[in-house]
Nanobody, 120 residues
C-alpha cells in the first residue's frame, strides 16, 4: 500500500506564510509527479501546483508568484511554500502523487487533506 500524509496547515493572517508537506510512504517503485489541490467550502476541487520527477512545475494563475512547489526525492516528500496568503486561499489542501508501485501498477494517490485558513 501507499500512503500520502500532509502536514503544515493551520490558521494564518492575511499576508502571512505557511509551508505544507506531503510525505509518501509504502511500496513505492517510482514517483512521476506530485501535486497540490484545494477545495474551498461550496466549491469544486482545483489544481494548485504540480511538479514532475524532472522538476517541471505548473501553477494555477491565482497562486503564481506566491506559491512554490518543491520536492525532496530522497524523502518522497513534496512541499508547498505559500506566501502572501489571502482569505481566498482558505481551503482544504490535498496532496496527490502519480506513483508506480510495481512494473504493472501505476496510479494516482491522494492524501487526507490539511486545512488552511487565512483570516484576521
Amino acid at each position: 500500500q501507499v500512503q500520502l500524509v500532509e502536514s503544515g496547515g493551520g490558521l494564518v493572517q492575511p499576508g502571512g506564510s505557511l509551508r505544507l508537506s506531503c510525505a509518501a510512504s509504502g511500496s513505492i517503485f517510482s514517483i512521476y509527479a506530485m501535486g497540490w489541490n484545494r477545495q474551498a467550502p461550496g466549491k469544486q476541487r482545483e489544481l494548485v501546483a504540480t511538479i514532475t520527477s524532472g522538476g517541471s512545475t505548473n501553477y494555477a494563475d491565482s497562486v503564481k508568484g506566491r506559491f512554490t512547489i518543491t520536492t525532496d526525492n530522497a524523502k518522497n516528500t513534496a512541499y508547498l511554500q505559500m506566501n502572501a496568503l489571502k482569505p481566498e486561499d482558505t481551503a482544504v489542501y490535498y496532496c496527490n502523487a502519480d506513483i508506480q508501485r510495481t512494473v504493472s501498477i501505476r496510479r494516482n494517490y491522494w492524501g487526507q487533506g490539511t486545512q488552511v485558513t487565512v483570516s484576521s
